[in-house]
């Protein structure tokens, strides 16, 4: 069973462009929301995250946006450029237990010039 | 300071060899997660090493899947009988401290079972 969904599952956006990244999860234990940046051959990179305690998060061009009353987040790339063309991954994870991180089945981003 | 390195980086395998993946976190971080990604879909959780506790063993799919770590550095995950759904690329993870959330993935070990 799939614990955080991720839409799209590609992504095409001209340079310049907003590109909008939609996930969303069933577990209210949940407690912390990142987004992973994976460029291909390489490992995930941490790229921004959030906690439930505050709607919004920015960072530079990357914004998180979260709705904890309709368990769902979102990731905005403003001004996006080629060099952010990567796939994007949601993920959630929670205090108790182990803290691993249940993942969204990630986004293709292909920014275009 | 240096991030999380796996060795190798690929692996070509016979179906029904063992293999031996090894991580080494990042130095002091006490938390390291192994993920198995298959291609196209997200991460798996596998196993989760915490200091000198007992593993969290809840995402193995099977039990020819184990993993060992030594106190608080290197690990290493082994997969037995390969068989070729193991395919994947599997990645490992580090955080500093149980509840600090923030997991640094290395690069990966691909593995391909033939």
């Known amino acids: 069973q799939q614990q955080v969904k991720q839409s799209p599952q590609s992504l095409i956006v001209q340079k310049g462009g907003i590109s909008i990244i939609n996930c969303a999860y069933e577990n209210t234990a949940f407690d912390y929301f990142p987004w992973y940046q994976q460029f291909p051959g390489k490992g995930p990179a941490l790229l921004i995250a959030i906690r439930p305690d505050v709607s919004e998060k920015k960072e530079g061009r990357f914004t998180i946006s979260f709705n904890k009353s309709a368990k769902q987040f979102s990731l905005h790339i403003m001004d996006s450029q080629p060099g952010d063309s990567a796939t994007y991954f949601c993920?959630?994870?929670?205090?108790?237990?182990?803290?691993?991180?249940?993942f969204g089945t990630g986004t293709r981003l292909t920014v275009i010039p | 300071g240096a991030g999380v390195s796996q060795s190798p980086s690929n692996k070509v395998t016979e179906k029904g060899k063992d293999v031996e993946l090894r991580c080494d976190p990042i130095?002091?971080?006490?938390?390291l997660y192994w993920y198995r990604q298959r291609l196209g879909q997200g991460l798996e959780f596998l196993i989760y090493?915490?200091?000198?506790?007992?593993?969290?063993k809840s995402g193995l799919p099977s039990d020819r899947f184990s993993a060992e770590r030594t106190g608080e550095s290197v690990s290493t995950l082994t997969i037995q009988r390969t068989q070729q759904e193991d395919s994947a690329v599997y990645l490992c993870a580090s955080s500093a401290n149980r509840g600090s959330y923030e997991q640094y993935f290395g690069p990966g070990t691909r593995l391909t079972v033939t």
């Open positions: 993920a959630a994870s929670k205090e108790a237990g182990a803290n691993n991180l249940f």
């Open positions: 090493f915490q200091g000198n506790s007992a593993p969290d």
């Open positions: 130095s002091g971080h006490t938390a």
